[in-house]
């Protein structure tokens, strides 16, 4: 491939031009992601007639496994690929996993003896396409984060606002995707739903290759000579890291169907990627880097509560819309489904407002510590205020508002905690090591996405075809888990509030400039 191009005056906003092609990039690739996501608890329980656990349990195996791939492109794009080529290979798997989607087959019907019959064929197209995301993911999600952190040189002040900027992005797609797939799929059908977020990520893969340019060169291979060599398999090390990557694809198709491979392997993998953590902080490290790298672990560790609380949007939250909650508004019913967009819509306006506030706030600025814990309490106050909205409505549906009001808080949690991580990981983390670290980052997402498809499962209903029976005993089933989750959030919350002066002198100045 030729060398790029490079562009001449390369800022917009004050921030370089390169930040947009990966803010337009990841925008669809996360409308893409939450607009096929939106409609999965849907798709399975209505279209293919699974019960709320083994659906649960599946959107949490293929959720987990999504977040748990990073660590692995994150890998191999610090030693091997460079995060360019990493999100390149990562985009047009998933434009292929997307569209694998859009088949959508025979949908399962009851027969005379009770049994649901399904369309089998069907079921492992999708689960194959579900694989494709899932490497598609691990190529791309951690190392286009990555990317945006080498636009920037070390100490430049405008890290964080571009990463604030990037997370718009995300959310920008995420809201669209949440209105325009559900929409479609609920009214069209599935296929066009799913097909829709196909087509966005091929959008993307566009925007990418298109902005190349303005990449000015950053994110390439430490060592293309060696990434062309020839390998003993005949291939280069290049087009082997693709050609297995294709063959994982195959076991991570089966993985998908078993949950309990599933956790086992996020078990490996975490304990794995602590040891090696480990050994890089004790050989490689002197002792502020070396601390430094103790400090994220720690906050990551963290955000494994934040995301399980957070995460019950698509599985119980999700159901809790579609069965309980009174959706109508001026003669129109609002989709389950669509309420989800309400965490992309606040992020959109108020992502300004908290970038403004740290720096208002000056020398009173919280450190990265105290925000995380900022946001695992206020995701803990949102399910507060559904136990307070189911309380109060005694008889019948519950309130909108308080769902409203939940996402609200969930929102300005995940303002607390997401935009200021990602930031945190590429000044925290030793510089070869960023991607992967970025990878941990989101491999502690899958654990969540683990935990909070079980913890979903406390809520599991029985329904009759998709429709719950009872309204009232549906209410004592989701107060319950809920209030569960409220005290989750207060107490870890608080515990991280309590050791957040040791984790900041562990950072060594580094927040210093972080929240500046
Ligand atoms: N919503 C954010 C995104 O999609 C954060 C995901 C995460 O880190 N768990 O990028």
Redesign the pocket.
């Known amino acids: 491939m030729n060398a790029p191009s490079t562009v001449n005056n390369n800022e917009l906003l004050g921030h370089p031009k390169g930040l947009f092609i990966l803010f337009v990039t990841e925008m669809w690739e996360?409308f893409s992601?939450y607009g096929m996501k939106a409609l999965l608890i849907f798709y399975l329980t209505q279209y293919h007639l699974f019960n709320d656990q083994s659906g649960n349990l599946l959107i949490g195996s293929y959720a987990a496994l999504v977040?748990a791939m990073p660590v692995l492109g994150g890998f191999l794009a610090d030693r091997y690929l460079g995060f360019r080529k990493a999100v390149l290979f990562g985009g047009i798997l998933l434009v292929l996993g997307h569209l694998g989607l859009a088949f959508e087959g025979r949908e399962a019907s009851i027969a005379a003896n009770g049994d649901v019959v399904r369309d089998d064929f069907a079921l492992q197209v999708f689960y194959f396409s579900l694989a494709l995301i899932i490497m598609g993911v691990g190529f791309l999600k951690a190392n286009i984060s990555s990317l945006v952190g080498e636009l920037y040189p070390p100490g430049d002040k405008r890290r964080d606002s571009g990463f604030t900027i990037f997370y718009m992005g995300?959310n920008i797609g995420?809201a669209a995707a949440t209105i325009v797939c559900v929409w479609l799929g609920e009214a069209y059908g599935w296929g066009y739903g799913f097909g829709a977020a196909g087509v966005g990520m091929f959008f993307g893969l566009i925007s990418f290759v298109k902005g190349r340019p303005y990449l000015l060169g950053k994110g390439e291979p430490r060592n293309p000579e060696q990434l062309r060599k020839k390998t003993r398999y005949g291939l280069s090390q290049e087009w082997l890291i693709y050609t297995l990557t294709i063959l994982g694809s195959a076991v991570v198709w089966q993985m998908v169907q078993s949950h309990s491979t599933v956790e086992k392997l996020l078990m490996v993998a975490g304990a794995a990627s602590l040891i090696y953590i480990t050994y890089y902080a004790v050989t490689q490290l002197d002792k502020v880097g070396r601390e430094r790298l103790i400090a994220l672990t720690v906050l990551i560790v963290f955000t494994v509560i934040f995301?399980a609380l957070f995460e019950q949007a698509y599985t119980s939250l999700n159901l809790f819309a579609d069965r309980v909650l009174d959706r109508e508004i001026f003669g129109i019913t609002i989709k389950a489904g669509q309420f989800l967009s309400l965490n992309a819509i606040f992020i959109i306006l108020f992502a300004p407002v908290f970038a403004m506030l740290w720096v208002k706030l000056g020398r009173f600025n919280p450190n990265t510590a105290v925000k995380f814990s900022f946001g695992i309490i206020l995701v803990g106050l949102g399910f507060g205020a559904l136990v307070l909205g189911i309380n109060l409505a005694t008889m019948g549906k519950v309130a909108m508002i308080w769902l409203v009001l939940a996402y609200l808080l969930h929102t300005w949690g995940?303002l607390c905690l997401?935009p200021v991580g990602l930031s945190a990981v590429t000044k925290l983390s030793p510089p070869k090591i960023v991607g992967f670290m970025m990878g941990v980052?989101?491999l502690a997402?899958a654990s969540s996405e683990f935990i909070a498809s079980v913890l979903a499962n406390i809520a599991a209903i029985d329904t009759e075809g998709g429709e719950i029976k009872d309204i009232e005993m549906a209410k004592g089933v989701y107060l319950e888990l809920f209030e569960y989750l409220f005290y989750a959030g207060m107490f870890f919350g608080v515990l991280l509030l309590a050791i957040s002066p040791l984790l900041k002198k562990f950072m060594h100045g580094v927040d210093r400039e972080l929240n500046n």
């Open positions: 996360r992601f977040y995300i995420s995301w995940e997401s980052w989101f997402t």
